[in-house]
């Protein structure tokens, strides 16, 4: 069974650190690229970060670069985002995502299987 389990959400006061896992499973994890997108009430879908399937490259939004880093360990099958000096703005449902896979059990995802989130507030 294919699966994305993110976690680590939270409370945090405004200047703390999270860090966020994604849990992959029924896929192999090393062979796909992955990204953490995150989506604030009555906002778009933002593509927060993305790293390649070896790890070697990385992308930020604007919004976090400096702030946040992506890894993954393929041995443990698990995407993370670190999260640090955040801000009431990046309050928000964060989700993980594997962009390219598209198809699991007969069905198609044009955008990529994606996990159910995770929630982070950021507030004092």
């Known amino acids: 069974q294919v699966q994305l389990v993110e976690s680590g959400g939270g409370l945090v006061q405004p200047g703390g650190s999270l860090r966020l896992s994604c849990a992959a499973s029924?896929?192999?994890?090393?062979?796909?690229?992955m990204r953490w997108y995150r989506q604030a009430p009555g906002k778009e879908c933002e593509l927060v970060a993305d790293i390649t399937n070896t790890g070697d490259g990385t992308n930020y939004a604007d919004s976090v670069k400096g702030r946040f880093i992506i890894s993954r360990d393929n041995a443990k099958n698990t995407v993370y985002l670190q999260m640090n000096s955040l801000i009431p703005e990046d309050t928000a449902s964060y989700y993980c995502n594997a962009p390219h896979l598209l198809y699991v059990k007969g069905d198609y995802y044009p955008r990529g299987f994606w996990g159910q989130g995770t929630t982070v507030t950021v507030s004092s």
């Open positions: 029924g896929f192999t994890f090393s062979s796909y690229a």
